[in-house]
């Protein structure tokens, strides 16, 4: 038996075959789940069609999720397929590009940080928000990383959102708990994927993680995907409101 079959999983934040998420719906779908994935807008669609059809589905939808309508319209249109939701991955997140790097304050301003909370971690509690009629015996799984925990040089602002995010899932795992619905964060080491590239000096973090780390390599999306099957899995069933890193060891360290 396969440690998700006949799951269903919602897979939110493929941008390419480098996304997290990509390697989430890769093990997801090597696992048994049966898979939909939504994407930005039109200019990745092609992109996310030819990624679903590689993992046997046509289920494709876009959704950028600052518009509270898309993400009502991909629930409805998701239900309509499944009638329930067993897995939510969401594996998304923005800050403007300006204000991941240097000093912390000098390019802050009120705009970026709303969008950074509102993409970053409000959209997991919207998501939750719509889906929740359809949820049963459900998983949700997110991206977090160390920067919500520790000061992290130039990824600023994001780290804030991410801190949100953190205890976003544990507010949702108490709430969504009671109907046997579970939220986990994993808090993955650095991956270079589009996104992080936008983040100040991040190939110099790559590779100083690979030096310094316990396990002396950087961590795959594939990595990713094994733990987010796993927590999405029954053998996971008494874990919710969780942060799992999934950094080779990098947050036990002292210093990072
Ligand atoms: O080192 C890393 N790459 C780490 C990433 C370490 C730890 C955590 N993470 C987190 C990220 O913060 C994010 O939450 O993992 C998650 C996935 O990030 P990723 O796989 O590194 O990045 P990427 O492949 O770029 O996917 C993120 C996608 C966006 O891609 P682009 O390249 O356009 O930024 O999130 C999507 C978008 O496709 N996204 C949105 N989707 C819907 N609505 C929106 C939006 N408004 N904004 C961004």
Same mark, same amino acid.
């Given at each position: 038996?396969?440690?998700?079959?006949? &799951? #269903? @999983?919602?897979?939110?934040?493929?941008? %390419?075959?480098?996304?997290?998420?990509?390697? *989430?719906?890769? =093990?997801?779908?090597?696992?048994?789940?049966?898979?939909?994935?939504?994407?930005?807008?039109?200019?990745?669609?092609?992109?996310?069609?030819?990624?679903?059809?590689?993992?046997?589905?046509?289920?494709?939808?876009?959704?950028?999720?600052?518009?509270?309508?898309?993400?009502?319209?991909?629930?409805?249109?998701?239900?309509?397929?499944?009638?329930?939701?067993?897995?939510?991955?969401?594996?998304?997140?923005?800050?403007?590009?300006?204000?991941?790097?240097?000093?912390?304050?000098?390019?802050?301003?009120?705009?970026?940080?709303?969008?950074?909370?509102?993409?970053?971690?409000?959209?997991?509690?919207?998501?939750? &928000? #719509? @889906?929740?009629?359809?949820?049963?015996? %459900?998983?949700?799984?997110?991206?977090?990383? *160390?920067?919500? =925990?520790?000061?992290?040089?130039?990824?600023?602002?994001?780290?804030?959102?991410?801190?949100?995010?953190?205890?976003?899932?544990?507010?949702?795992?108490?709430?969504?708990?009671?109907?046997?619905?579970?939220?986990?964060?994993?808090?993955?080491?650095?991956?270079?994927?589009?996104?992080?590239?936008?983040?100040?000096?991040?190939?110099?973090?790559?590779?100083?993680?690979?030096?310094?780390?316990?396990?002396?390599?950087?961590?795959?999306?594939?990595?990713?995907?094994?733990?987010?099957?796993?927590?999405?899995?029954?053998?996971?069933?008494?874990?919710?409101?969780?942060?799992?890193?999934?950094?080779?060891?990098?947050?036990?360290?002292?210093?990072?």
């Amino acid at each position: 038996m396969k440690l998700l079959e006949n &799951k #269903k @999983a919602l897979i939110f934040g493929v941008a %390419s075959d480098r996304s997290i998420a990509y390697g *989430i719906a890769k =093990q997801m779908h090597f696992h048994g789940a049966e898979l939909a994935l939504t994407y930005l807008n039109e200019r990745f669609e092609k992109r996310v069609k030819d990624i679903a059809a590689s993992f046997d589905s046509n289920l494709v939808h876009p959704c950028d999720v600052s518009n509270e309508e898309e993400i009502e319209q991909t629930i409805q249109w998701i239900a309509n397929q499944w009638k329930e939701i067993d897995i939510i991955v969401h594996a998304i997140a923005f800050a403007p590009t300006e204000l991941l790097g240097g000093d912390y304050l000098e390019h802050m301003n009120k705009g970026g940080f709303t969008t950074a909370h509102e993409i970053s971690s409000y959209s997991l509690t919207s998501i939750c &928000k #719509k @889906a929740r009629p359809y949820l049963n015996k %459900s998983s949700i799984v997110t991206l977090s990383y *160390i920067g919500a =925990q520790q000061a992290i040089p130039s990824y600023n602002v994001m780290g804030v959102a991410k801190a949100s995010l953190e205890a976003n899932v544990r507010y949702l795992a108490a709430c969504l708990g009671p109907t046997g619905n579970r939220v986990n964060a994993i808090s993955a080491g650095p991956i270079k994927t589009l996104s992080a590239l936008a983040i100040k000096g991040f190939k110099d973090k790559l590779e100083h993680d690979k030096n310094t780390n316990p396990m002396r390599e950087n961590v795959t999306q594939d990595d990713v995907g094994h733990t987010a099957s796993f927590l999405c899995s029954n053998y996971a069933k008494a874990i919710t409101g969780e942060v799992i890193y999934v950094d080779n060891g990098n947050h036990i360290l002292g210093a990072n």
